[in-house]
């Protein structure tokens, strides 16, 4: 706090914090008024649009820790939190405990990813917070020790949030089929892939709970998609700009279902930060931007491709039975080696629940001071 006045404008005022003088406008002063929001429903029971005029204050003067705004023509006093208009002065957005920082991870990785019992995860607050933190920061992590009945992955997934369907159900079974839909269900390879990108709203957070795997070969890879976009950025930025500039279409094709959509091979956040990628040589569809745009679009695309199978990235582990691998599917990609088929048995179970939720559970058990961060640090972290 400084000790110069408050000075109010035609559309707002200059409110002297602590980390200096700060403009804020009326309406967002008047929605910001802790009285919007209903103490039941904790929901908006403001309208700023139902007011005669725009607010406008008629006076505004600290008082303690708060913003107090008489407002012009209204019955009604406004007590705002300095501590909000701090945080909106310096963040630019409310403070939220979901984020975090992402932590770029590479070949390595294995050791050190984040592996916590089911019945902890299940049963303890602070474990399971650990789990969506590494979740977050990370974007994978594997509950060991699940329990082998049918609604096993179901309790596991709702602990997070609602298993959200895609085009094959709520769940799916990762085998050799007879008539596969999906490559995922041959023996054969799969290449490094992120899941269904060609349902408008691609799986957020993926769940392979695995139930057998007895055969040779068949280890499954993983690779951190935002570390290899973020090392396309220092290689080669023409490259990683034009990939993360255009939408290239997708598609999932069968008897009975025809999903298109467009999605942007790297993702990234207002801030120009990468959140993710979506790759899948399997499920994408014939380019359609410009001809002469794909002059440069495809050597930056081959590039990426090539770069996502280098040994640098590729984190190689055997999944085992009882134990359930979660990732993010927006920023993990997966794939798998290929596997003799008549020697024993693999079989994966898979859902899927979204990002929304993940974030959504961690606020909650943050709020209640379970944080996840009180979590060793790795031994076996890399340099
Ligand atoms: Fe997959």
């Given at each position: 706090?400084?000790?110069?006045?408050?000075?109010?404008?035609?559309?707002?005022?200059?409110?002297?914090?602590?980390?200096?003088?700060?403009?804020?406008?009326?309406?967002?002063?008047?929605?910001?008024?802790?009285?919007?929001?209903?103490?039941?429903?904790?929901?908006?029971?403001?309208?700023?649009?139902?007011?005669?005029?725009?607010?406008?204050?008629?006076?505004?003067?600290?008082?303690?820790?708060?913003?107090?705004?008489?407002?012009?023509?209204?019955?009604?006093?406004?007590?705002?939190?300095?501590?909000?208009?701090?945080?909106?002065?310096?963040?630019?957005?409310?403070?939220?405990?979901?984020?975090?920082?992402?932590?770029?991870w590479?070949?390595?990785?294995?050791?050190?990813?984040?592996?916590?019992?089911?019945?902890?995860?299940?049963?303890?607050?602070?474990?399971?917070?650990?789990?969506?933190?590494?979740l977050?920061?990370d974007g994978i992590?594997?509950?060991?020790?699940?329990?082998?009945?049918?609604?096993?992955?179901?309790?596991?997934?709702?602990?997070?949030?609602?298993?959200?369907?895609?085009?094959?159900?709520?769940?799916?079974?990762?085998?050799?089929?007879?008539?596969?839909?999906?490559?995922?269900?041959?023996?054969?390879?799969?290449?490094m892939?992120t899941?269904?990108?060609?349902?408008?709203?691609?799986?957020?957070v993926q769940?392979?709970?695995?139930?057998?795997?007895?055969?040779?070969?068949?280890?499954?890879?993983f690779l951190d998609g935002a570390?290899?976009?973020?090392?396309?950025?220092?290689?080669?930025?023409?490259?990683?700009?034009?990939?993360?500039?255009?939408?290239?279409?997708?598609?999932?094709?069968?008897?009975?279902?025809?999903?298109?959509?467009?999605?942007?091979?790297?993702?990234?956040?207002?801030?120009?930060?990468?959140?993710g990628v979506?790759?899948?040589?399997?499920?994408?569809?014939?380019?359609?931007?410009?001809?002469?745009?794909?002059?440069?679009?495809?050597?930056?695309?081959?590039?990426?491709?090539?770069?996502?199978?280098?040994?640098?990235?590729?984190m190689?582990?055997?999944?085992?039975?009882?134990?359930?691998v979660i990732f993010d599917n927006h920023r993990i990609v997966h794939?798998?080696?290929?596997?003799?088929?008549?020697?024993?048995?693999?079989?994966?179970?898979?859902?899927?629940?979204?990002?929304?939720?993940?974030?959504?559970?961690?606020?909650?058990?943050?709020?209640?001071?379970?944080?996840?961060?009180?979590?060793?640090?790795?031994?076996?972290?890399?340099?």
């Amino acid at each position: 706090m400084t000790d110069s006045p408050i000075e109010l404008t035609e559309t707002g005022m200059i409110v002297p914090l602590a980390t200096g003088p700060a403009y804020f406008n009326f309406c967002w002063l008047r929605d910001a008024c802790p009285s919007c929001i209903d103490p039941q429903t904790r929901e908006r029971i403001f309208d700023v649009s139902a007011l005669h005029d725009l607010p406008r204050a008629a006076a505004a003067r600290i008082d303690g820790g708060e913003l107090v705004v008489d407002w012009l023509g209204e019955d009604h006093v406004s007590r705002i939190p300095l501590s909000l208009l701090d945080t909106f002065a310096t963040r630019g957005k409310p403070e939220d405990p979901a984020d975090l920082p992402r932590r770029l991870w590479y070949a390595d990785h294995a050791p050190a990813m984040t592996r916590l019992p089911q019945e902890a995860v299940l049963n303890d607050s602070e474990t399971r917070a650990r789990l969506l933190r590494a979740l977050i920061e990370d974007g994978i992590a594997i509950v060991t020790d699940m329990a082998d009945d049918e609604g096993s992955l179901a309790r596991l997934v709702n602990a997070i949030g609602p298993i959200t369907p895609s085009a094959e159900g709520l769940f799916f079974d990762v085998r050799v089929e007879i008539a596969p839909t999906n490559l995922a269900f041959t023996a054969g390879p799969l290449e490094m892939h992120t899941d269904l990108p060609g349902e408008e709203a691609a799986p957020g957070v993926q769940f392979l709970h695995c139930l057998e795997n007895t055969v040779e070969g068949g280890r499954s890879l993983f690779l951190d998609g935002a570390a290899v976009a973020n090392a396309l950025y220092d290689e080669d930025p023409e490259a990683y700009r034009l990939l993360a500039s255009h939408d290239i279409p997708f598609f999932y094709r069968h008897e009975t279902w025809d999903y298109r959509a467009h999605q942007r091979v790297i993702e990234t956040d207002p801030e120009g930060r990468v959140t993710g990628v979506t790759i899948s040589q399997h499920l994408q569809d014939i380019l359609d931007l410009p001809q002469e745009l794909l002059d440069t679009y495809y050597p930056a695309f081959v590039k990426f491709i090539r770069m996502m199978q280098e040994e640098r990235f590729l984190m190689r582990f055997r999944s085992t039975a009882g134990q359930c691998v979660i990732f993010d599917n927006h920023r993990i990609v997966h794939g798998r080696e290929g596997y003799v088929a008549d020697s024993g048995m693999r079989h994966l179970r898979g859902c899927y629940t979204d990002r929304g939720a993940l974030r959504s559970a961690y606020r909650v058990l943050a709020q209640q001071g379970h944080t996840g961060a009180s979590a060793p640090e790795p031994t076996l972290k890399s340099a």
